[in-house]
Structures are given as structure tokens and as C-alpha cells.
């Protein structure tokens, strides 16, 4: 609670270990809130947050200890190169100084900072600066990995190299808890998916319970020429179609209503009218359907 | 891979390390000891340079030194002090060092450490350079310098205890490091002085207790003064406007000091542990 601003409303939420849960929710709905009560940024003014069965509040050191965080786009030290902030962090963790020279070398060049590791951090870039974050997480191989828009400041390139880390982090059998506003992100890598909104938790359920909640799809249509409104009358009669919008001559944005099999009708149904296709192509992810829909309801 | 955080002694001592590195790597350590050369060089050289060489009295010469001693104390507050722990919030270095498996009164204690040992470097050096001077000049070291560097050092330990409880209030580096300065350089001795004049001892004022480092030298020490600080001198008769001066004691100064010194380090650990990022 800010002042009189509930930020979390009795949240209740527990992650098995071995889960990649991703933490969405619209701005303000207390995912970060979370995030920074389970590092001990801040305190929450009731209720109790556990790591590993350990309280966060209580017992700070311990529940961190086999934790590695990334928090919104964390700064670091100016003066200190890439391997004396990992050989910092490896020391306050406990970790031999071998440990933290081997570590140190495979967490640089899985975030590819390798060829950074002796330079001043305080020449880097933001998106660099975010690799930094993810090495220092990594360094300790902890069981338990918290991330806040791990993704974030990163060019797209950058941004695949994260999601590979973390698919390869849930193959280890790692606990990931990770908070995205992209859902297509959120989609590849997690399994299961946890909603909030005004601090409540909404829903949390795996993906694929989850995608059914809402089985209307948009399709983007692509002709080699101009539709003829006798073509956009047929498709609008369609089965399954809900609505058509025309988003220039050559292209349509079906939202549709069917499972894979009626998008399959719809597909030849579409080459029955005479339409020169160029490409079929399903838009938005599963999870963004069910996402606005559940929001809608909360709203509601 | 499954370690055990080092136990909290051995963590000060890491970020103990790692805040003097920083120090080193930002030229503030360099900084002080140069500021601290340049005033002894200025108070040696320009006696000779302006021909009228050094007192005749050998209380008078370290004295004079000792005048500098709280402002070269200040100085190292806000170079060390200021910035310690509100440069973590507002430069958002935190965001990597609070999730780690250290308590927040361990690293506060760790970087308060690392700015007292680099304070004392100052002070020592400065005081290192009016011992010498003072055997090579009169020949001999007066026991109320030796004193009055002890006593330094403790008003230092709780000047920068109070910065660091200002930087773990304070919003910006800036204005933390602008109030630490003015604070003690200003701020508080006017307070004292408009205390003085108003015929009411500020034996409780951290800044009047420090001004023992110099007046040892200087102050008869009669204990028992008016107040529950010290002794009272009339002063001001130069200008034609006598008002009374309450002279700390050494006793009493040292309780002062120490209390400014537990208190405000307990009072800074106490914000840090709560101060939200």
C-alpha cells in the first residue's frame, strides 16, 4: 500500500519449483510491486512474501541467497569492469574465487559480453547494461530466477538471445518468475501465466488451459489484387467469421471464431471465391485474445 | 551451484573493498589528500613567502593549523560521506546490490568504514604534517596536539555519521552533498555563535563540541564552566561588543561527540533498512 493506493490486494500466488510463470498485467497492476517486495526493494505494510519457504522480510539474506534478480534496468558501478561487478556479487554470495572466474566466463558470453568483460561499465549502453543484469543473475546458477522485463532496452536480436537463456534456464529445471508486457514473449518462453490487475491476481493457469478462454483469432488476408466488395460479402458470410475490416485495397484483418480445422475451412473457402492469395496468417498471439478478454471482465 | 552467503563481518569487509576502489577510481581519495597538502603547504609557505615567519610561541603555530582541522573534516564528510548511500537510490545502482544476499545495515556500515579509514588518511596526514613541522621548527610536540588529534578523529566518526543519516534521507547526491557542507561549515556554527550571543551555552551543538580540536591549544580548560558544556570567556571586546563565548570542555565535547556518532549511525542504518527503491 502507497499512502491510501492499494497497490496489492490480497495476492495469493505460488510458483512450484521447475516453473516458468510469466507475471502479466496492465501498467500499474502490481507486477513490479511484487517483484521489488520478493528482492527487498521494498516492504510490503502486511502480509508475507516467501523464497524458497523463507521470508523475504524476516530473514533477507537467507531467502536471497540462491536467487538471482533482475529489476527494471539496474545501473551498476561506473568505475568497475563487467568482472568486478560479477566478482563482487560472486563474493557476497559466498562464492570461491574460481568459482566466480569460471562463472564469470560463461555468463559473459552467454549475454555476449565477453569482449566487454575489462571494460568500464560506465561506457555502456542501456541494452548492455541489461545483459550486465542478466550475467550478475546468472553468476550463481540459482535455483530461483526473478525477472522484471528481462527483455526490456534490448535490440531484437538481443531480445531473442534472453528468451533463448531463459528456455534454456526452464530445460535446467530452473524456477523463473518473469514479468513482460509482451505477451508473444511471454507466450514462447513460460508455461504457465499468471494475470493481475489493480493488484488483484486475476488468473493463474498453464498457457494452453489458458489460450481456450478466448478462441477468436485475427487472421491478416493478403491478395495479389484488389478485393471486390461481392468478395467481401461472401467472406463476411463466412462460418466463423465475426467481423471484417478492409485495411487497405489488398488487405483484410478477419477476426475469426473456429479451431484449427474451421480456419482450414476458411482458408479454401477464401480460394472458392476466386481470391488470390498471398499470404494467410494468423496476427497476435493466443495469449493477447485471452489477456484483453480476462482484462474486459476485471473491468467489468 | 549452491553457496552460503559470508558470514556479515566478512561482507563489511567486501564492501569495505569495493567502496575504496571507488575512492581510488574516482580520484576523491587523491582529491583530499591533495586539499589536505595544499592547506598545510599554504600555512607553512606563506609565512616565509610574505617575510614575517613563524610565531614565536610555540602554542601559537599548531593552533593556527588547528583552525583548519573541522573544515578539512567537513570537506571529507561530504567527499565520502554525502553521496554513500543516496547515490544507490537515485542513481539506481541499488536495483543490483539490494537483492543480494546482504543485510542494508552491512553495506551501510561497510561504505561508512571505508569513508572513515579515507577521512582519516586526511587527518592524519594533516596532522602528520604539523607534528613534523612543529619538532623541525620549535623542537618539540605539545601533548595538547597529540590530544587534540584524538579528539578530531572522534568529531570525524561523528560528522560523517551525520552525513551519512543525511544521505540516507536525502533525494539527490546534489543536494546531500550541497547540505553536508553548509550544514556543518555554516549552518550549525552560526547557530552556535547566535547561541553564544544569546548568553545560552550549545554544549549540546556537535559543531560547538568540535571546536575542542582547536581550542585545546588556545582555551584555559576549567572545568565546571556556567553551562553543562564548559567554561565561559568574555570575547568580542576587540570590536566594542563583549559577548559571552562558552568554551567546550574536553569531557564534555567527547560525550557529545560520541552521542552525535551512536545516534546518527543508528538513526541512518534505521532509514536505510526502510527506504524504499
Keep these: 500500500m502507497y499512502n491510501s493506493f492499494v497497490a496489492l490486494d490480497n495476492l495469493n500466488l505460488k510458483v512450484e519449483g521447475g516453473v516458468c510463470l510469466g507475471f502479466l498485467g496492465p501498467n500499474g497492476a502490481g507486477k513490479t510491486t511484487t517483484i521489488k517486495i520478493l528482492t527487498t526493494l521494498i516492504k510490503p505494510t502486511s502480509g508475507k512474501a516467501y523464497l524458497n519457504g523463507i521470508d523475504v522480510t524476516s530473514d533477507p539474506k537467507a531467502a536471497l541467497s540462491d536467487v538471482g534478480a533482475v529489476v527494471e534496468t539496474p545501473e551498476f558501478y561506473p568505475y568497475l569492469t563487467p568482472n568486478e561487478m560479477l566478482s563482487y556479487q560472486g563474493e557476497l554470495r559466498g562464492m570461491s574465487s574460481n568459482e566466480i572466474s569460471e562463472r564469470s566466463k560463461k555468463v559473459l558470453y552467454e549475454v555476449k559480453l565477453t569482449e566487454w568483460a575489462d571494460k568500464s561499465i560506465g561506457s555502456f549502453s542501456r541494452g548492455m547494461k541489461q545483459r550486465m543484469a542478466l550475467a550478475q543473475a546468472l553468476l550463481h546458477d540459482p535455483a530461483i530466477l526473478i525477472l522484471d522485463e528481462p527483455t526490456s532496452g534490448l535490440d531484437p536480436r538481443g531480445m531473442h538471445e534472453v528468451r533463448e537463456i531463459i528456455k534454456t534456464l526452464k530445460e535446467k529445471g530452473k524456477t523463473v518468475f518473469m514479468s513482460s508486457h509482451l505477451l508473444s514473449e511471454v507466450q514462447e518462453v513460460c508455461d504457465t501465466v499468471a494475470l493481475l490487475d489493480k493488484g488483484r491476481l486475476i488468473v493463474c493457469d498453464k498457457i494452453e488451459k489458458l489460450s481456450k478462454v478466448s478462441p477468436v483469432k485475427k487472421i491478416e488476408v493478403r491478395a495479389l489484387v484488389a478485393l471486390t466488395d461481392s468478395q467481401l460479402d461472401h467472406i463476411c458470410r463466412f462460418t466463423g467469421v465475426r467481423s471484417v475490416k478492409q485495411t487497405s485495397s489488398q488487405v483484410l484483418l478477419i477476426e475469426f471464431e473456429g479451431d484449427e480445422g474451421s480456419m482450414a475451412e476458411l482458408h479454401n473457402s477464401l480460394l472458392g471465391i476466386g481470391l488470390k492469395m498471398t499470404s494467410f496468417k494468423p496476427t497476435g498471439s493466443d495469449l493477447e485474445g485471452m489477456y484483453l478478454e480476462i482484462i474486459a471482465e476485471s473491468v467489468r | ?277
Design chain 2, 1 to 277: 551451484m549452491k553457496s552460503s552467503p559470508p558470514s556479515d563481518s566478512e561482507q563489511l569487509h567486501m564492501v569495505l573493498r569495493y567502496e575504496l576502489l571507488k575512492y581510488l577510481r574516482g580520484q576523491r581519495l587523491f582529491g583530499i589528500l591533495i586539499i589536505t597538502a595544499l592547506i598545510a603547504w599554504l600555512m607553512l609557505a606563506l609565512p616565509l613567502l610574505l617575510g614575517r615567519g613563524y610565531p614565536s610561541d610555540v602554542r601559537t603555530f599548531p593552533s593556527t593549523f588547528l583552525m583548519f582541522v573541522s573544515i578539512l573534516i567537513v570537506l571529507s564528510a561530504t567527499f565520502f560521506g554525502s553521496d554513500a548511500i543516496v547515490s544507490e537510490f537515485q542513481q539506481r545502482t541499488g536495483y543490483a546490490l539490494f537483492p543480494s544476499p546482504i543485510r542494508r545495515r552491512i553495506i551501510l556500515l561497510g561504505k561508512y568504514v571505508a569513508s572513515a579509514l579515507s577521512s582519516l588518511l586526511a587527518v592524519s596526514l594533516y596532522y602528520a604534517i604539523i607534528i613534523v613541522s612543529s619538532q623541525a621548527i620549535y623542537g618539540t610536540i605539545l601533548d595538547e596536539l597529540v590530544l587534540s588529534y584524538y579528539l578530531a578523529v572522534v568529531y570525524m566518526l561523528s560528522i560523517l555519521a551525520f552525513a551519512f543519516l543525511l544521505s540516507s534521507v536525502m533525494k539527490g547526491t546534489t543536494g546531500s552533498a550541497v547540505l553536508t557542507f553548509f550544514l556543518f561549515q555554516m549552518i550549525l556554527p552560526i547557530i552556535d555563535v547566535v547561541l553564544n550571543s544569546a548568553d545560552i551555552d550549545p554544549w549540546f551543538s556537535v559543531t560547538n563540541a568540535g571546536g575542542i580540536i582547536s581550542s585545546i591549544l588556545t582555551m584555559p580548560r576549567a572545568m565546571g564552566g556556567p553551562g553543562p558544556g564548559g567554561s565561559m570567556q568574555q570575547t568580542g571586546a576587540a570590536v566594542g561588543i563583549p559577548y559571552p563565548l562558552y568554551i567546550p570542555e574536553v569531557l564534555s565535547s567527547l560525550i557529545v561527540m560520541i552521542n552525535y556518532f551512536a545516534i546518527t549511525l543508528l538513526a541512518a542504518i534505521y532509514v536505510f533498512e526502510r527506504r524504499e527503491l
